[in-house]
């Protein structure tokens, strides 16, 4: 039997929007999914972001998504813009009826979340934030044994997500370093993925308690914002641009209802690591560690089998 068509509209078409796409056109041959996914129309900003609609798969193209979220053929929104975008485009969807998909981080400020969380509980509309490293299969092997109890009573979550592609202080203001696009530097960008690591293995955090640095406080203005690495080939300017988002982030939390301490750090300074993203779990019956710069692989201890 046809599968029922689930329309879709993308916004934001560079970096994680060139993966979503390719989640989106691949996703029905490897999962079995209810549905059938139409890449409808692709929302960008700038000619760049359109050059590989069609190769890409995407049917139509748009610069406006306050008229894409509310045609009628389009059931689901996909946010992959810069993270200032992510509650008004959100907001929109949702008042529009449709469901969201949003990138992380989810928003620039508390209250902008709960904002976002408000519109889609007030439309009854599916939602879910862009976690994808809880998808590694070690990841969901990990989940499955401690929800198991394999690891038994936890005592210790220490996790780092360390990156080096900021060391350079030549390297260009892209918007991942303006507060008013980003909201904030590392701890958003990459210590949102190993909370949820965190939240999503073991258990939610309560308390916490860190601390914030900015080592580059000035950098050359380019003429393009976009990408992770800023646009190849932009050109740079003599003139300077402010940091005011933090490079890196450190803390310590607890974690709600159980006995356990946590670390994190989330580093965009830490030369030779370009996507260190790990986590150590130790609990009484044994203890889990992975790293995503090896991710089919995970180690385990196990207290009862100490020899293996
Ligand atoms: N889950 C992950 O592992 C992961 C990895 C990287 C990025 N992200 C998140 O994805 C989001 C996008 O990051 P990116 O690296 O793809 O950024 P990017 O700079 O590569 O792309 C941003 C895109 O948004 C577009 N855009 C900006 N303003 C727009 C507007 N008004 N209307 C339509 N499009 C607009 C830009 O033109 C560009 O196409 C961020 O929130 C980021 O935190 C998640």
């Not at 989940?143 to 030549?170: C, S």
Request: aromatic letters at 10%; hydrophobic letters at 40%.
């Amino acid at each position: 039997m046809a599968k029922k068509k689930l329309n879709v509209a993308m916004v934001g078409a560079q970096f994680m929007g060139k993966t979503h796409s390719n989640a989106w056109r691949k996703v029905g041959m490897f999962f079995d999914i209810p549905v059938e996914p139409v890449m409808k129309v692709l929302c960008g900003k700038t000619p760049d972001d359109f050059a590989n609609a069609q190769r890409w798969g995407w049917e139509e193209i748009s610069e406006d998504y306050k008229e894409v979220v509310h045609r009628p053929d389009v059931d689901v929104v996909d946010i992959c813009t810069p993270n200032f975008l992510h509650a008004p485009v959100a907001i929109e969807a949702a008042k529009a009826g449709k469901h969201i998909i949003c990138e992380k981080p989810l928003a620039n400020t508390l209250s902008e979340a709960k904002a976002m969380l408000g519109a889609v509980q007030k439309a009854g509309v599916k939602h879910m934030c862009g976690f994808s490293y809880r998808y590694a299969p070690a990841v969901q092997t990990i989940k499955n044994m401690m929800a198991k109890g394999e690891l038994g009573a936890i005592f210790h979550v220490r996790a780092t997500y360390q990156q080096d592609w900021i060391a350079d202080p030549n390297f260009p203001m892209v918007w991942r370093l303006k507060k008013k696009h980003t909201g904030s530097g590392a701890l958003g960008d990459i210590g949102a993925h190993i909370v949820d690591l965190c939240q999503f293995l073991v258990g939610e955090v309560e308390e916490v308690s860190g601390t914030l640095q900015t080592f580059i406080k000035k950098r050359p203005i380019a003429d393009s914002d976009t990408g992770i690495s800023g646009k190849k080939g932009a050109k740079r300017s003599k003139k300077m641009g402010i940091v005011d988002v933090d490079d890196a982030a450190i803390f310590v939390a607890r974690l709600k209802g159980a006995n356990t301490l946590a670390t994190f750090e989330a580093t965009r300074f830490a030369p030779g690591r370009r996507n260190y993203n790990r986590i150590e779990i130790y609990g009484s019956k044994g203890s889990v560690i992975w790293n995503q710069e090896e991710m089919n692989v995970f180690q385990y201890y196990n207290c009862a089998d100490p020899e293996t």
